[in-house]
């Protein structure tokens, strides 16, 4: 099968989880391209049996052109098989996971009508406060965020990476 991991990233952490999928996807035997989609054309996705469409989250939101590809190919994805993903600090609150997951994954297909993913995954990033610009660390303060990881223990001085490889790679497998 044919297979197009696509995706968008702001500071890097979703590329290295896009080039996981792909690792994995290609160890089932799959044909698979990795692309960001912030370089160059967007990929067609005719000549591909899945989608995997992947993206950060960050204060809320999907990147632009993860987004903007689902919008764009939202009819020929309804197509072919396709699975979403997320990287997102939600997953180091138990307390946030079921709507975050809603929100970033299940609305997000939603919005594309007929769109039936085979798979949504929701799996950790890497939280680098060193790497935001000031209106980025401003508006994680005052969402919160940088309150609430400090409370479960992460310096937030430091990169903190909560990706877990097992989880990526066993998710990818069963696509």
């Known amino acids: ?37 912030r370089c160059g054309p967007e990929p067609e996705v005719t000549n591909y049996d899945m989608v995997v469409l992947g993206s950060p989250v960050f204060v809320g939101k999907w990147t632009k052109e993860a987004k903007r590809f689902l919008e764009v190919k939202g009819q020929e994805l309804c197509e072919r098989k396709v699975a979403l993903f997320v990287s997102c600090s ?44 000031a209106l980025t660390k401003a508006l994680l303060a005052g969402v919160g965020t940088k309150k609430q990881l400090v409370g479960r223990g992460i ?21």
């Open 90 to 133: 939600d997953v180091l609150f138990p307390e946030k996971i079921e709507a975050g997951r809603r929100m970033y994954l299940e609305d997000v297909a939603a919005s594309v009508p007929g769109l039936r993913p085979v798979s949504l995954g929701m799996f950790g990033g890497v939280i680098d406060f060193s790497r935001y610009g």
């Open 155 to 175: 310096d937030v001085n430091s990169p903190y990476d909560y990706r877990d490889w097992e989880q990526i790679r066993s998710w990818s497998r069963d696509l």
């Open 1 to 37: 099968m044919r297979v197009l991991v696509a995706y968008g990233s702001k500071y890097g952490s979703t590329t290295r989880l896009a080039e996981v999928i792909g690792e994995g996807l290609r160890g089932e035997g799959h044909e698979v391209d990795v692309v960001d989609l």
